[in-house]
């Protein structure tokens, strides 16, 4: 069992930046696929970052691609998420994802929320026009 904490959510005003931490627990992440999802009001869940268990390789959504940066500690048990530049449209429940994939993957993988297991309860970030 591994469980996730998310924190650093917040209300902040357009244009500004927040950084979103997950720290783990019960087990050690460095095996784990590691990625952050994100649900608006009255909206479906979606994609939002990942990022393979090396940290080696980064994926992103379209929608924040250039403006937010995920990164992992497997020595810390943690990762991070690094939101520049923020917009209103941002403005959701964020949430952390794990799981340990089988061992070869393809990209795909990472953004599909059914292929995690182990999910955070969330953390709320708000941007203000």
């Known amino acids: 069992q591994v469980q996730l904490v998310e924190s650093g959510g917040g209300l902040v005003q357009a244009g500004g930046s927040l950084r979103l931490s997950c720290a783990a627990s019960?087990?050690?992440?460095?095996?784990?696929?590691m990625g952050w999802f994100r649900q608006a009001p009255g909206k479906e869940r979606e994609f939002v970052a990942a990022?393979?268990?090396?940290?080696?390789?980064?994926y992103y959504a379209d929608s924040v691609k250039g403006r937010f940066t995920i990164s992992r500690d497997n020595a810390k048990n943690t990762v991070f998420l690094q939101m520049n530049s923020l917009k209103p449209e941002d403005t959701a429940v964020y949430y952390c994802?794990?799981?340990?994939?089988?061992?070869?993957?393809?990209?795909?993988?990472?953004?599909?929320?059914?292929?995690?297991?182990?999910w955070g309860q969330g953390t709320q970030v708000t941007v203000s026009s």
């Open positions: 994802a794990t799981n340990r994939p089988p061992t070869y993957v393809s990209d795909s993988y990472y953004s599909d929320a059914n292929k995690y297991d182990y």
């Open positions: 019960g087990r050690t992440i460095s095996g784990y696929v």
């Open positions: 990022v393979s268990r090396s940290g080696g390789s980064t």
